[in-house]
């Protein structure tokens, strides 16, 4: 059973910077991609970034590769999501994930996505 844990979520200041972690435990059956979204309360869940970990391939959507950065730590099994010049409507529940790679693993789709953490709380005051 794969278990996801985010952390470094917490609250932080218009311009500021912020850096989440996502500890991968248990068996990664269902492959060896991992994701970062985000969803405020009556939105869709959107993908920012994801990282292939055994091609160590990273693809960040668009709307976030200027400020936001996904790494992942092959030794640790932990993926990173560093946030700077963060703004007001960065303020969301942020979730990691893990999937098989599958079609849309790197946009990222969440549809793609099969085991989920129980997400973290990003709250940017301006």
């Known amino acids: 059973q794969v278990r996801l844990v985010e952390s470094g979520g917490g609250s932080v200041q218009a311009g500021g910077s912020l850096r989440l972690s996502c500890a991968a435990s248990?068996?990664?059956?269902?492959?060896?991609?991992m994701g970062w979204f985000r969803q405020v309360p009556g939105k869709e869940r959107e993908g920012i970034a994801a990282?292939?970990?055994?091609?160590?391939?990273?693809r960040h959507a668009p709307t976030f590769k200027d400020r936001f950065s996904a790494s992942h730590d092959n030794a640790t099994n932990t993926l990173y999501l560093q946030m700077n010049t963060m703004k007001s409507e960065d303020t969301a529940m942020y979730y990691c994930?893990?999937?098989?790679?599958?079609?849309?693993?790197?946009?990222?789709?969440?549809?793609?996505?099969?085991?989920w953490g129980q997400g973290t709380q990003v709250t940017v005051s301006s």
């Open positions: 994930a893990a999937g098989i790679c599958d079609a849309g693993w790197s946009k990222p789709d969440p549809k793609a996505y099969t085991d």
């Open positions: 248990g068996r990664l059956s269902y492959g060896p991609c």
């Open positions: 990282v292939q970990t055994i091609a160590h391939i990273t």
